[in-house]
């Protein structure tokens, strides 16, 4: 068995494409992420975004049609292997988002919330993977920091981010499917210590789930059904915040955000380069927005040579 070396995986970067709008959905940026590369290999991946929110989920679930918003990103990341063990990855996205939607009378919007769309660069990620296990049944623990890149703008919808500083740990694991043993299933679980937003609101630390369930259905396409949860441990109902003109205006920021995002991608590879596309839609969620994100994007892979993107070893 040759040892599986990362380049554009898919589950990646569309983790990380959702989570350019991190208001939205912050499933991690570097996403079930198992198999590592080996010593200088890499890669540089450019996603496109686009997304369409139809409005909020209350805390009970419910659907509600205020606030809907559309936004644009680009994400550029690098990953890079320092050792046969050890690989570091960093990005940064650029969105561009506006309020298509509308509130009832009486709330208060942000000084983006006009309409029109309004870009900014948002936080940086960067990232350290270590390769515990290789092979059929992979292990990597990570440890990273979410940094904003500058002081943008974070009241109301059009916004680029929630701009926290953050602290994230946790593990990547996959394995080969039992069945379709050219298929992989892969999980991470990142569990994130995070900036108090405001003295009233308590820990926003919250725990994410992202998952993928792979198969090469032709040599040069690969499928993937993907998947993204989150917890929030802590902070307040959008019910809540609505009788508090302060609170509300921070309202994405210092909410109880929970959901559960679902979708598939395909990949395909053209020597060293990928072309790789996904969409997820929130099934259901607590006050978080009700997303449909469609992701689009290619990586260049450098370095040594390359086996499977994204699964297990490949069969002898």
Same mark, same amino acid.
């Given at each position: 068995?040759?040892?599986?070396?990362?380049?554009?995986?898919?589950?990646?970067?569309?983790?990380?494409?959702?989570?350019?709008?991190?208001?939205?959905?912050?499933?991690?940026?570097?996403?079930?992420?198992?198999?590592?590369?080996?010593?200088?290999?890499?890669?540089?991946?450019?996603?496109?975004?686009?997304?369409?929110?139809?409005?909020?989920?209350?805390?009970?679930?419910?659907?509600?049609?205020?606030? =809907?918003?559309?936004?644009?990103?680009?994400?550029?990341?690098?990953?890079?292997?320092?050792?046969?063990?050890?690989?570091?990855?960093?990005?940064?996205?650029?969105?561009?988002?506006?309020?298509?939607?509308?509130?009832?009378?009486?709330?208060?919007?942000?000084?983006?919330?006009?309409?029109?769309?309004?870009?900014?660069?948002?936080?940086?990620?960067?990232?350290?993977?270590?390769?515990?296990?290789?092979?059929?049944?992979?292990?990597?623990?990570?440890?990273?920091?979410?940094?904003?890149?500058?002081?943008?703008?974070?009241?109301? !919808?059009?916004?680029?981010?929630?701009?926290?500083?953050?602290?994230?740990?946790?593990?990547?694991? =996959?394995?080969?499917?039992?069945?379709?043993?050219?298929?992989?299933?892969?999980?991470?679980?990142?569990?994130?210590?995070?900036?108090?937003?405001?003295?009233?609101?308590?820990?926003?630390?919250?725990?994410?789930?992202?998952?993928?369930?792979?198969?090469?259905?032709?040599?040069?396409?690969?499928?993937?059904?993907?998947?993204?949860?989150?917890?929030?441990?802590?902070?307040?109902?959008?019910?809540?915040?609505?009788?508090?003109?302060?609170?509300?205006?921070?309202?994405?920021?210092?909410?109880?955000?929970?959901?559960?995002?679902?979708?598939?991608?395909? !990949?395909?590879?053209?020597?060293?380069?990928?072309?790789?596309?996904?969409?997820?839609?929130?099934?259901?969620?607590?006050?978080?927005?009700?997303?449909?994100?469609?992701?689009?994007?290619?990586?260049?892979?450098?370095?040594?040579?390359?086996?499977?993107?994204?699964?297990?070893?490949?069969?002898?």
């Amino acid at each position: 068995m040759n040892a599986p070396r990362s380049r554009g995986d898919v589950a990646r970067r569309a983790a990380g494409a959702v989570c350019a709008l991190v208001v939205v959905a912050q499933a991690s940026r570097a996403s079930a992420q198992a198999w590592l590369p080996t010593r200088g290999e890499g890669d540089v991946g450019l996603t496109y975004g686009d997304y369409a929110y139809d409005g909020h989920f209350a805390s009970d679930g419910r659907r509600i049609p205020y606030g =809907g918003t559309q936004a644009r990103s680009v994400l550029m990341d690098v990953t890079y292997g320092i050792t046969d063990r050890v690989t570091v990855n960093a990005s940064l996205p650029f969105v561009s988002t506006r309020l298509s939607g509308t509130f009832p009378k009486g709330v208060a919007l942000g000084p983006l919330d006009d309409g029109a769309y309004h870009g900014d660069f948002q936080d940086f990620r960067f990232d350290v993977h270590v390769q515990a296990l290789a092979g059929s049944l992979a292990l990597a623990p990570f440890v990273g920091v979410n940094l904003p890149s500058h002081d943008y703008e974070v009241v109301g !919808e059009a916004v680029p981010g929630k701009r926290l500083k953050e602290i994230f740990f946790g593990v990547a694991a =996959g394995h080969s499917l039992p069945v379709l043993t050219r298929g992989w299933i892969q999980a991470r679980y990142a569990f994130a210590v995070v900036e108090r937003v405001l003295p009233e609101v308590g820990s926003l630390n919250r725990s994410n789930l992202d998952f993928e369930i792979g198969y090469p259905a032709l040599r040069w396409l690969s499928v993937r059904a993907l998947g993204a949860w989150q917890r929030t441990h802590g902070g307040l109902d959008l019910g809540d915040m609505v009788s508090e003109p302060n609170i509300f205006r921070d309202h994405d920021r210092a909410a109880r955000t929970n959901y559960l995002n679902l979708g598939g991608g395909v !990949e395909t590879a053209f020597g060293r380069s990928e072309v790789y596309a996904a969409f997820l839609k929130t099934v259901s969620g607590e006050n978080a927005h009700q997303a449909r994100s469609l992701y689009v994007g290619v990586a260049w892979g450098f370095g040594g040579g390359f086996g499977r993107s994204g699964g297990p070893p490949a069969a002898p």
